[in-house]
T-cell receptor, first 109, second 117 residues
Framework: GQNIDQPTEMTATEGAIVQINCTYQ??????LFWYQQHAGEAPTFLSY??LDGLEEKGRFSSFLSRSKGYSYLLLKELQMKDSASYLC??????????WGAGTKLIIKP | GAVVSQHPSWVICKSGTSVKIECRSL??????MFWYRQFPKQSLMLMAT?????????EQGVEKDKFLINHASLTLSTLTVTSAHPEDSSFYIC?????????????FGAGSRLTVL
């Protein structure tokens, strides 16, 4: 079956750095997405990786290793507004999006 | 950027009634829109893929007669929850991507929270 694993919950301190990991086993691979979802709201797009390596976008960076079936989302200079769930999603060989359960990130002052 | 509008944001209805949720792509055309359902503290679950001008494709376990999807134009898809029951209470989210989009990034509507009494 297809599976995406991410930690259920993480806690970090304001101003610090946090890395959220995502591992996947899917039938084929056509890209990996990270979305941010605040409680009670729809997800918003953060990043997209289809080739190995690091994609940097301001305070957020996303890394992909296709051979390892692994990605991480790195958040720097954490702010209280970064408290949210972070969803990892992979497009499989049929271009279907397979969603992880999300990682709830709690930021403490 | 691409904007998807979803309406209504909140709806409360009595058991047995039907509820329609609209999803509109405001500044782009979407031949395909996606309907998701999300229970509290759970991930998004794809319910169906809405195809303009043709029948929707439903995921396994989703009752097509209960969740009616109509995609009558390139900018509008509707989801009707028929004969709603309390177990249908959930957060329903639609999404779409512009026809020309290198990464096929999904833009989500704001979601519709349905409460069935």
């Amino acid at each position: 079956g297809q599976n995406i694993d991410q930690p259920t919950e993480m806690t970090a301190t304001e101003g610090a750095i946090v890395q959220i990991n995502c591992t996947y086993q899917t039938s084929g691979f056509n890209g990996l997405f990270w979305y941010q979802q605040h409680a009670g709201e729809a997800p918003t797009f953060l990043s997209y990786n289809v080739l190995d390596g690091l994609e940097e976008k301001g305070r957020f960076s996303s890394f992909l290793s296709r051979s390892k079936g692994y990605s991480y989302l790195l958040l720097k200079e954490l702010q209280m507004k970064d408290s949210a769930s972070y969803l990892c999603a992979v497009k499989d060989s049929n271009y279907q999006l397979i969603w992880g359960a999300g990682t709830k990130l709690i930021i403490k002052p | 950027g691409a904007v998807v509008s979803q309406h209504p944001s909140w709806v409360i209805c009595k058991s047995g009634t039907s509820v329609k949720i609209e999803c509109r792509s405001l500044d782009f055309q979407a031949t395909t829109m996606f309907w998701y359902r999300q229970f509290p503290k759970q991930s998004l679950m794809l319910m169906a893929t809405s195809n303009e001008g043709s029948k929707a494709t439903y995921e396994q376990g989703v009752e097509k007669d209960k969740f009616l999807i109509n995609h009558a134009s390139l900018t509008l898809s509707t989801l009707t929850v028929t004969s709603a029951h309390p177990e249908d209470s959930s957060f329903y989210i639609c999404s779409a991507s512009p026809r020309v989009s290198g990464a096929n990034v999904l833009t989500f509507g704001a979601g519709s929270r349905l409460t069935v009494l």
